[in-house]
């Protein structure tokens, strides 16, 4: 069951970028951010209710909230920086370096839990992983234009602490319900996307926001906390380093949808480093 909530995981993320793409064309990318985690927070408590874990709450012994709310606070910081990413670069540029995440989030695995079975072939297919990664982002030739680079800073940033957020909220979600411990966590990253908006002074835009991109945010969030949902169930019953990478295959649907919905074409060299990205997933996934 695992293997399937960490597939379906893969399959709302994919949709969460494309969904939330469409949502910051005019929107700022803070401001997207809070809206799409109220959405979140209210689906990924009312699983909680559907569930009745919610009575649980207080059996939580205070490791397990530590790391919850420090996985919380590593996904907030991850979401600013890919929704700025976003914002800035392509979505088949930004999303390759975002799952560049893959590559620490095993070797943390493997550190941090012992998950070093067939050691040989997870740090194999990492390297394929780490090498797709290279080849898919590419400065564009095509154009005379300066493009904003910057982008790529953010994505980065999304990145590690995306790895870190795998990490801790494998820890913090051992022997809590996984719903309400993805609940919790939302919490965290609500209050912080807030306090960003509020910091900025960009409440006031809150007045102005175009009618067409909520429809997306709120699709995005939707999308978003069942990914979450099942991502957490697939960390919590299963194993970190073989989750990771299946997750991370969601840049398959990403891509395909940033080609039909942006016009955003592979060239050959990143065309490769996405078969070797799949390859590496699929030979972690069966053999790792």
């Known amino acids: 069951m695992w293997l399937v909530a960490a597939t379906l995981s893969s399959v709302f993320a994919g949709f969460t970028a494309i969904l939330a793409k469409c949502g910051i064309k005019k929107t700022d990318s803070d401001?997207?951010?809070?809206?799409?985690?109220?959405?979140?927070?209210?689906?990924?408590?009312?699983?909680?209710?559907?569930?009745?874990?919610?009575?649980?709450?207080?059996?939580?012994?205070?490791s397990s909230l530590l790391f919850l709310i420090l996985s919380g606070a590593a996904t907030g910081a991850s979401w600013m920086c890919y929704f700025k990413a976003l914002s800035i670069g392509d979505v088949n540029k930004v999303v390759p370096i975002d799952k560049s995440s893959t590559i620490l989030s095993v070797l943390l695995a493997i550190i941090c839990f012992g998950e070093t079975e067939h050691l040989l072939i997870k740090l194999i297919s990492t390297f394929m992983l780490g090498t797709g990664i290279i080849l898919m982002v590419e400065k564009k030739k095509d154009s005379g234009e300066i493009t904003d680079h910057t982008y790529i800073f953010y994505a980065i940033g999304s990145a590690v602490f995306a790895a870190l957020t795998s990490i801790l909220g494998k820890v913090g979600i051992t022997g809590v319900e996984s719903n309400l411990?993805?609940?919790?966590?939302?919490?965290?990253?609500?209050?912080?996307?807030?306090?960003?908006?509020?910091?900025?002074?960009?409440?006031?835009?809150?007045?102005?926001?175009?009618?067409?991109?909520?429809?997306?945010?709120?699709?995005?969030?939707?999308?978003?906390?069942?990914?979450?949902?099942?991502?957490?169930?697939?960390?919590?019953?299963?194993?970190?380093?073989?989750?990771?990478?299946?997750?991370?295959?969601?840049?398959?649907?990403?891509?395909?949808?940033?080609?039909?919905?942006?016009?955003?074409?592979?060239?050959?060299?990143?065309?490769?480093?996405?078969?070797?990205?799949?390859?590496?997933?699929?030979?972690?996934?069966?053999?790792?």
Not at 44 to 62: D, E, K, P, Y
Not at 264 to 279: D, F, N, Y
């Open 181 to 288: 411990g993805t609940a919790i966590r939302t919490v965290v990253v609500l209050i912080m996307a807030w306090i960003i908006v509020f910091m900025k002074g960009k409440q006031s835009q809150l007045r102005h926001l175009d009618h067409k991109e909520l429809v997306f945010l709120f699709f995005s969030g939707i999308a978003t906390g069942a990914s979450w949902l099942c991502y957490y169930y697939a960390i919590q019953n299963g194993v970190v380093s073989i989750v990771v990478p299946i997750d991370k295959m969601s840049i398959l649907l990403t891509i395909a949808f940033s080609y039909f919905v942006f016009g955003e074409k592979l060239s050959k060299r990143a065309g490769v480093g996405l078969c070797l990205m799949t390859v590496g997933t699929l030979t972690m996934t069966c053999f790792g």
């Open 31 to 62: 401001i997207a951010t809070a809206i799409r985690t109220v959405v979140v927070l209210v689906f990924s408590w009312l699983m909680v209710f559907v569930v009745g874990s919610a009575r649980t709450i207080t059996q939580i012994n205070s």
